[in-house]
């Protein structure tokens, strides 16, 4: 099945420790994104590629970072992790702007 | 900016039973609507959308929506709640401000069904 896959799904790392968190989809959607959930809290956008253009939302810390190597493939970075970075990281795409998004099950990320 | 209210922390309701899972929504032309729900540790799922046409939106999993432009709402419905339908239920709005359609989700509803 098609479908937006999303590893680790547990995720440790130190205070301060880089972490990368990867996204791979088989929609051959156009748009990735990236979003940061807090405890049952709504999903916060953090920034999402339309094809190649990255587009970052304007409160998102300069601590997080993406990239987008091709199609298939999102990665999410955080340079140096705090413990306010603590959450569930959720990927989605989407063909368009227009159309929904498919979600991933996402990544917990802890901090130790 | 566009947004989207839940006004619901939590719904409860007995198994068979019908539920409503409330939004409304505030924009500057016309809405484009969606429905979402979360499983425990798991993502978002689609579950219906309004664009444009019939008011009375239907989805996955027999939910349906009733968009009602005067009292700017968007609530979920099901005649018959299941056990299985206990979960987080996020409304979103598209927002258009920013030229890109990225979608703002309200907070959050949990629904809680009980046997």
């Known amino acids: 099945d098609a479908m937006v896959i999303q590893n680790p799904r547990y995720q440790v790392t130190q205070f301060g420790k880089p972490v990368t968190l990867s996204c791979s989809q088989t929609?051959?959607?156009?748009?990735m994104y990236w979003y940061q959930q807090k405890s049952s809290q709504a999903p916060k956008l953090l920034f999402h590629?339309?094809?190649?253009?990255?587009?970052n939302e304007a409160d998102t810390p300069d601590n997080f970072q993406s990239r987008r190597p091709n199609t298939s493939f999102c990665f999410l970075d955080i340079r140096s992790p705090g413990l306010g970075d603590a959450a569930m990281y959720l990927c989605?795409?989407?063909?368009?702007?227009?159309?929904?998004?498919?979600f991933g099950d996402g990544t917990r990320l802890s901090i130790l | 900016a566009q947004s989207v209210a839940q006004p619901e922390d939590q719904v409860n309701v007995a198994e068979g039973n019908p539920l409503t899972v409330k939004c409304t929504y505030s924009?500057?032309?016309?809405?484009?609507l969606f429905w979402y729900v979360q499983y425990p540790n798991r993502g978002l799922q689609f579950l219906l959308k309004?664009?444009?046409?019939?008011?009375l939106v239907k989805g996955s999993y027999g939910f349906e929506a009733e968009f009602n432009k005067s009292q700017t709402s968007f609530h979920l419905k099901k005649p018959s709640a299941l056990v299985s339908d206990s979960a987080l239920y996020f409304c979103?709005?598209?927002?258009?401000?920013?030229?890109?359609?990225?979608?703002?989700f309200g907070t959050g509803t949990r629904l809680l069904v009980s046997p």
């Open positions: 989605a795409t989407s063909r368009t702007g227009n159309q929904p998004q498919h």
């Open positions: 929609l051959n959607h156009n748009v």
């Open positions: 590629y339309y094809d190649k253009d990255f587009n």
């Open positions: 924009v500057s032309g016309n809405p484009y």
């Open positions: 309004y664009i444009t046409g019939d008011n």
């Open positions: 979103a709005v598209r927002d258009m401000g920013t030229g890109f359609q990225k979608l703002v």
